[in-house]
């Protein structure tokens, strides 16, 4: 079945980074772009960033530009988000999907920027 598995995650101070990877398993992982999303208390989930399914073309969200990279492994069915210069305003949890998808949410990593 689906799966998706999100970690790296943590606590880090504002201007700090972070890199998190995010295992997929049960379809053909080379054949989809891929996309991390982000959801903060209260709020909904909002995309964050997507990379087509070569890897050679990224989108990012404008509240995240020049901060985060996202990239994939297609050998290793993993994609990542390195996060610099990160605010607390990018507190939230992150997950991974395909884009078009709208099931088979993973568990998330947890992400705290605070002094």
């Known amino acids: 079945q689906v799966q998706f598995e999100e970690s790296g995650g943590g606590s880090v101070q504002p201007g700090g980074s972070l890199r998190l990877s995010c295992a997929a398993s049960?379809?053909?992982?080379?054949?989809?772009?891929m996309s991390w999303y982000r959801q903060a208390p209260g709020k909904e989930r909002d995309i964050v960033a997507t990379i087509n399914t070569p890897g050679w073309s990224t989108d990012y969200a404008d509240s995240v530009k020049g901060r985060f990279t996202i990239s994939r492994d297609n050998a290793k069915n993993t994609v990542s988000l390195q996060m610099n210069s990160l605010k607390p305003e990018d507190t939230a949890v992150y997950y991974c999907?395909?884009?078009?998808?709208?099931?088979?949410w993973g568990q998330g990593t947890q992400v705290t920027v605070s002094s």
């Open positions: 049960g379809f053909p992982f080379r054949n989809y772009a």
């Open positions: 999907n395909v884009p078009t998808w709208g099931a088979y």
